[in-house]
């Protein structure tokens, strides 16, 4: 009798905590007040309860993957941010938006850096320092950020030729480049290509950004413009470095990576996948005082993402890919 009543207080214990379990899953008050108070930092309200409790669903599941990262980890950390209440699938459809090169379209032979030597290169550069980058933009739920990506290596090399740092506009490439598909995502090759048959971009301030396809604008002056772009040799940093040393480069990363999208300072590293779908900008590279070489990345998701907006990336990695996929498919505008 006595082991019937062990075996039945087992049972009714494990029942209990697998209901207090399920309880915590969906009806955890503290995850509930910390969901309030994300809401109120970032400004997010919902249509109605529903929408509310199915978001915060999200919420837990992605803050318990950021936590679950961020334990013992001491190179970098992830964060909460603006993204946490929506899923990988959204996050990928509303805020990144490059498209590959389809594998039918060669990349341009040219690569004007390829003699340079790597005993020669700096040990560090950062063109930021160098008055090479304007401050960071945000491209909000608009799939164009194959036209900031563009815009951010095309300032660079402006200021480099010319002396003069101009912010230029990502909304008249969203109007007015018809190989490109506006919020729908795009291609930084073809954007360099349009840049050249269109005799420039406007500023930033005579063309200002809205965010959304069919903006209608007065032409505007051309403020700057390139004389074409070569593509930086395919999954080889090595090359990347040559060409980065030289000026700011657009790449192609798997921004939808939950690494990628959460991330908050350090040097991401780890594994991150190589499925290309977000352009950002190189303007930099150096190494951590723990000895792990980076890439400083130029992001267009506003100064509140990552470290004020850039993210650093661990360089010569194991994987020719390189970390997220950068070194597949690099290039640069030219002048």
Known sequence: MASYWIVLLFT???ALNGALAARD??????MAARHEQWMGKYGRKYSDATEKTRRLEVFKANVAL???ANAGNSKFWLQANQFADITEDEFRLSHTGYKPVAADKGRSAGFRYANASLDDLPASVDWRTNGAVTPVKDQGQCGCCWAFSTVASMEGIVKLSTGKLVSLSEQELVDYDGTDKGCEGGLMDNVFEFVVENGGLATKADYPYTGADGSTCDSSTAAATITGHEDVPANDEASLLKAVAAQPVSLAVDGGDNLFRFYKGGVLSGSCGTELDHGITTVGYSVAG???KFWVMKNSWGAGWGEDGFIRM?????????????AMQPSYPTT
């Open 314 to 326: 661990e360089r010569d990695v194991a994987d020719e890919k390189g970390l997220c996929g950068l």
């Open 66 to 68: 950021i936590e679950s």
């Open 25 to 30: 899953l969906t009806d955890d008050p503290s």
């Open 12 to 14: 009714s214990s494990c």
């Open 290 to 292: 723990d000895g792990t």
